[in-house]
């Protein structure tokens, strides 16, 4: 996994998304599954808990389980909003239902994007028509700045 998102380096260097690099990668056939952490590392240092975290979809919350769903890619990364749904139909549409978000971008190679926008926004059914690119990541951001993202569904 790519780590495309860390909480230090927010207040570090303001580089804590690392998606333009990503995308290049994800834009040459590279495939891989992409991670949110806090990267936390002493307790004296308390505001950095918690600033990006992974969403498991298991059936159990045993180790075995949960380790063979991140390595399925069976997750999202996220700083605040919550995925609760996704599904993708190729060349229709995109179907999200989230926690309430003000943007539900979807993106793939190159300048392909879609997106829908709203306050409050809870589910989008959003037109893949004109999306050109043979995978495609979700990103909802929250009124708050606070982003959860997919991993890259591939097509």
């Known amino acids: ?20 690099i990503a995308d290049v990668m994800l834009g040459r056939g590279q495939r891989y599954f992409a991670v949110a952490t806090d990267d936390f590392h002493a307790k004296e240092h308390h505001s950095d808990f918690g600033r990006g975290w992974v969403w498991v979809k298991s059936t159990e919350r045993t180790p075995e389980a949960l380790l063979a769903a991140l390595k399925a890619g069976a997750y999202y990364s996220s700083t605040g909003p919550e995925i609760y749904d996704v599904q993708i139909v190729p060349g229709q549409t995109a179907y999200v239902r989230c926690s309430p978000v003000e943007r539900i971008f979807v993106t793939g190679r190159g300048s392909s994007s879609a997106r829908a926008q709203g306050h409050g926004l809870a589910e989008a059914e959003i037109d893949l028509r004109n999306f050109s690119s043979p995978y495609c990541r979700i990103t909802v951001r929250d009124v708050h700045g606070g982003r959860a993202w997919t991993n890259p569904i591939w097509y």
């Open 1 to 20: 996994a790519i780590e495309i998102f860390n909480g230090i380096a927010v207040d570090a260097n303001d580089s804590a998304d690392s998606w333009h």
